[in-house]
Nanobody, 129 residues
Framework: QVQLVESGGGLVQAGGSLRLSCAAS????????MGWFRQAPGKEREFIATISWSGGITSYADSVKGRFTISRDNSENTVYLQMNVLKSEDTAVYYC??????????????????????WGKGTLVTVSS
């Protein structure tokens, strides 16, 4: 059982940046595809970004493409989400999740679990306008 712990959330002004981190408890992390998801108040959880086990393949939701960057450091068992040019509509609880596969094809899945095997508890990002 892999445990995932997100950090880095907080309050930021519109146009600002934040970097989220997700630390995994197990070295098996390096063989898993990882994803970031978010859930805004009153809305369904949505896919944000995914990265393959080696970091060689990344995909993004259209809503964050060009503003957010997912990356990973397998030596540190950590995946990151760099968020730039934040907008008020980015306000949400952000979750990282792991898929026990090397690559994750997000379009094949849907809410609530998007086919992911492990989830963190989330970190809140609030963007003030």
């Amino acid at each position: 059982q892999v445990q995932l712990v997100e950090s880095g959330g907080g309050l930021v002004q519109a146009g600002g940046s934040l970097r989220l981190s997700c630390a995994a408890s197990d070295r098996t992390f390096s063989s898993y595809a990882m994803g970031w998801f978010r859930q805004a108040p009153g809305k369904e959880r949505e896919f944000i970004a995914t990265i393959s086990w080696s970091g060689g393949i990344t995909s993004y939701a259209d809503s964050v493409k060009g503003r957010f960057t997912i990356s990973r450091d397998n030596s540190e068992n950590t995946v990151y989400l760099q968020m730039n040019v934040l907008k008020s509509e980015d306000t949400a609880v952000y979750y990282c999740a792991a898929k026990r596969r090397k690559t994750y094809y997000y379009s094949a899945y849907g809410p609530p679990d998007y086919g992911m095997d492990y989830w963190g508890k989330g970190t809140l990002v609030t963007v003030s306008s």
